[in-house]
């Protein structure tokens, strides 16, 4: 439920954008204003405000006299937005290697430590928050902390991805990456960081095929992957 001392807009718009991109409400689903409302002891006209926002968002489409759906994943989207993130983080890690002191490096082998602690029994939201803690670590250590939030919203479909990989992707295999870029980081390895970083972000590209194959109607764009 919602808090009600707090604006009831933004709340009812991070929970149905996090519900989206969790998967909880599913790729193709019709969302309707009169049950949205019910669900949440609200107006209709915060719901509507918040489908617009969504709809910015490309995270529902509003198709007339047929109702709102929450759109399929985009491939193409997806694949654009690792591009792109692949680009920014291969720079901000080779910044780190460069000038990463004792307090970084004590900062980053936490982040591994507490990956680690919680792979085996933490829910995948859980688990992906430690994900991103890490590389948000990594950004503030090269001088960009907001870098983490210019590409949260670029990043959008492609967490719909990861949520859906949560559940099939070894979490050992994606800890160990981590722990390869901070060995490289360790070393003052510039070139070997970067390397590690483009091997872990370009891991979504090799296991996307076989997501899409599993969940076909929750994709659009597949073409995107031949």
Do not use: C, W
């Amino acid at each position: 439920m919602l808090e009600q001392s707090a604006a009831v807009g933004p709340q009812l718009h991070r929970v149905l954008r996090d519900r989206i991109i969790r998967g909880d409400i599913v790729p193709g689903s019709r969302v309707s204003e009169t049950e949205i409302a019910s669900a949440y002891s609200v107006s209709r006209q915060p719901v509507r405000e918040t489908f617009i926002k969504l709809s910015e968002e490309a995270l529902v489409e509003v198709r007339p006299q047929r109702g709102t759906f929450v759109t399929l994943i985009s491939v193409p989207a997806v694949l654009t937005a690792r591009f792109i993130r692949e680009a920014v983080e291969a720079d901000i890690v080779r910044r780190v290697a460069e000038t990463a002191d004792a307090a970084a490096l004590d900062a980053l082998d936490a982040s591994i430590a507490e990956q680690r602690a919680l792979h085996a029994a933490a829910p995948g939201d859980e688990f992906m928050r430690v994900d991103e803690d890490f590389h948000r670590t990594l950004a503030v250590l090269a001088g960009y902390a907001s870098v983490a939030d210019h590409l949260e919203d670029l990043k959008i479909h492609m967490n719909r991805v990861r949520h859906i990989s949560a559940r099939q992707v070894s979490r050992e295999r994606l800890i160990g990456q981590h722990a390869d870029i901070v060995e490289a980081i360790r070393m003052r390895d510039a070139a070997a960081a970067v390397e590690a970083m483009r091997i872990h972000l370009r891991e979504i590209v090799v296991d996307l095929p076989g997501i899409v194959q599993a969940q076909p109607d929750f994709f659009i764009g597949t073409g995107a992957l031949r």
